[in-house]
């Protein structure tokens, strides 16, 4: 969103921009070079469609909203509603036992996780340390609270899922890690060329067509 004034809000930030498609440049020395790394294969590899029934599982019934997949290193990490400003990291050999997921997780439906997401903000637009952010920054917080809608499209968030194994096995460039996030409804996705792809769960279906 630009202003007018020359300023500029963050890639991802206090909108919801279902047509967000971006790429960022990663180091051209690591492009370079990316045909002569062999990749190593993880426990992530050996037991992916597992995993992401786990990550799905979590997205869908439990208080997770942002999971970040490493597929190189099995090293996941999680941010729930029910503990907002910490950050969890699991093994992925633990996410694939059964009684770790059920009994680590609280569970809430999707729908209620999105309607506590917009009582806390709520909260906060009451709170006395709101006053300390600009008019601007107000303004902004109190439009996009408004304009909160579903965290996200059940279907498309099935079809990242879904289609996340096929990025880890591209010809020559494949997944790093990737980053699903419901409060935005994006995916940031990074590969082994070091660049970064973001984009908003609506256009990953686009994406998936045009490169894979």
Same mark, same amino acid.
């Given at each position: 969103m630009n202003t007018g004034d020359n300023k500029k809000s963050a890639l991802v930030g206090y909108g919801f921009d279902d047509n967000l498609m971006r790429s960022v440049k990663g180091d051209e020395g690591l492009k370079d070079s990316v045909y002569n790394r062999e990749r190593t294969q993880s426990i992530v590899d050996d037991n992916i469609e597992e995993l992401m029934d786990v990550v799905l599982f979590l997205l869908l019934s439990t208080g997770i909203y942002r999971i970040v997949i490493g597929l190189n290193n099995g090293e996941i990490k999680t941010s729930s509603v029910f503990d907002p400003f910490n950050v969890e990291i699991h093994l992925a050999e633990d996410l694939l036992v059964p009684d770790y997921v059920f009994n680590h997780f609280g569970m809430i439906a999707l729908d209620e996780k999105e309607a506590l997401i917009k009582r806390y903000y709520q909260m906060l637009e009451h709170d006395r340390a709101?006053? *300390?952010l600009s008019d601007e920054w107000q303004a902004a917080f109190h439009q996009r609270n408004k304009d909160m809608k579903q965290l996200t499209d059940e279907g498309e968030l099935r079809y990242i899922v879904d289609h996340i194994?096929?990025?880890?096995n591209l010809d020559g460039y *494949?997944?790093?890690?990737?980053?699903?996030?419901?409060?935005?409804s994006t995916i940031s996705m990074s590969f082994n060329c070091d660049g970064?792809?973001?984009?908003?769960h609506k256009k990953f279906r686009e994406f998936i067509e045009e490169y894979v």
């Open positions: 709101f006053d *300390y194994p096929e990025l880890r *494949y997944l790093r890690s990737a980053v699903i996030n419901l409060f935005n970064t792809q973001i984009m908003s």
